[in-house]
């Protein structure tokens, strides 16, 4: 099932225009940090819309479209990623806060990558959390993921670690590395990582 396609593109800048807006992006953000030590800040996203692409490896659906563009998040698309991300085996779906969005995008965006983010989990019901946490010692008593603040992804074309690095170097929240699970959680909760 398709959810979210959308008519609207992004601008296309291509390897040699992200090459040069990832050498200004760190002449602007990583210089004084070298200079004064102060903490990198993530380069702002590109463009006057932001774009996100998920498939949801539990249902196979997919979104890939515009989710903010003209200064403002775009309602339509919201409600199409809080479906994507619900809990399939609750099916419940939850309000996913936008900011999660911005953060996958500018982890995306940092990655160059060509494929779409693959949704391990989204939403867990309080119900399905427990259950989760009866299996895996792992599972947070109040997880992220229950206030729709968290994602577990991965990437086909990049490793994890670059994920949760790239995730990490954003300061926007919680970065936990699963290698064996196959998947990075990336939330917008306190900054922390594991």
Same mark, same amino acid.
């Given at each position: 099932?398709?959810? *979210?396609?959308?008519?609207?593109?992004?601008?296309?800048?291509?390897?040699?225009?992200?090459? &040069?807006?990832?050498?200004?992006?760190? &002449?602007?953000?990583?210089?004084?940090? =070298?200079?004064?030590?102060?903490?990198?800040?993530?380069? @702002?996203? $590109?463009?006057?819309?932001?774009?996100?692409?998920? !498939?949801?490896?539990? &249902?196979?659906?997919?979104?890939? *479209? $515009?989710?903010?563009?003209? *200064?403002?998040?775009?309602?339509?698309? =919201?409600?199409? #990623?809080?479906?994507? =991300?619900?809990? !399939?085996?609750?099916?419940?779906?939850?309000?996913?806060?936008?900011?999660?969005?911005?953060?996958?995008?500018?982890?995306?965006? /940092? #990655?160059?990558?060509?494929?779409?983010?693959?949704?391990?989990?989204?939403?867990?019901?309080?119900? &399905?959390?427990?259950?989760?946490?009866?299996?895996?010692? *792992? $599972?947070?008593?109040?997880?992220? !993921?229950?206030?729709?603040?968290?994602?577990?992804?991965?990437? @086909?074309?990049?490793?994890?670690?670059?994920?949760?690095?790239? /995730?990490?170097?954003?300061? /926007?929240?919680?970065?936990?590395?699963? @290698?064996?699970?196959?998947?990075?959680?990336?939330?917008?909760?306190?900054?922390?990582?594991?």
């Amino acid at each position: 099932m398709l959810l *979210g396609d959308d008519d609207r593109k992004a601008p296309e800048i291509g390897r040699r225009g992200f090459l &040069t807006f990832a050498a200004a992006a760190l &002449t602007t953000f990583a210089a004084p940090a =070298l200079v004064t030590g102060a903490p990198v800040q993530a380069a @702002p996203l $590109v463009g006057g819309v932001r774009r996100i692409a998920l !498939h949801n490896i539990n &249902t196979n659906e997919h979104f890939d *479209g $515009v989710y903010w563009a003209d *200064g403002n998040y775009k309602a339509d698309a =919201l409600k199409r #990623l809080d479906v994507l =991300l619900r809990d !399939h085996r609750a099916k419940q779906v939850c309000r996913f806060d936008p900011r999660l969005f911005d953060a996958l995008a500018r982890v995306h965006q /940092a #990655l160059d990558s060509d494929e779409p983010f693959r949704v391990v989990c989204g939403f867990r019901s309080r119900r &399905t959390n427990a259950m989760a946490r009866r299996r895996s010692r *792992g $599972v947070a008593k109040e997880s992220y !993921h229950t206030r729709g603040m968290a994602v577990d992804v991965m990437l @086909p074309d990049v490793n994890l670690k670059a994920i949760a690095e790239a /995730a990490k170097g954003l300061g /926007a929240g919680g970065v936990g590395y699963y @290698p064996r699970s196959g998947f990075v959680h990336i939330d917008v909760g306190p900054v922390r990582s594991w």
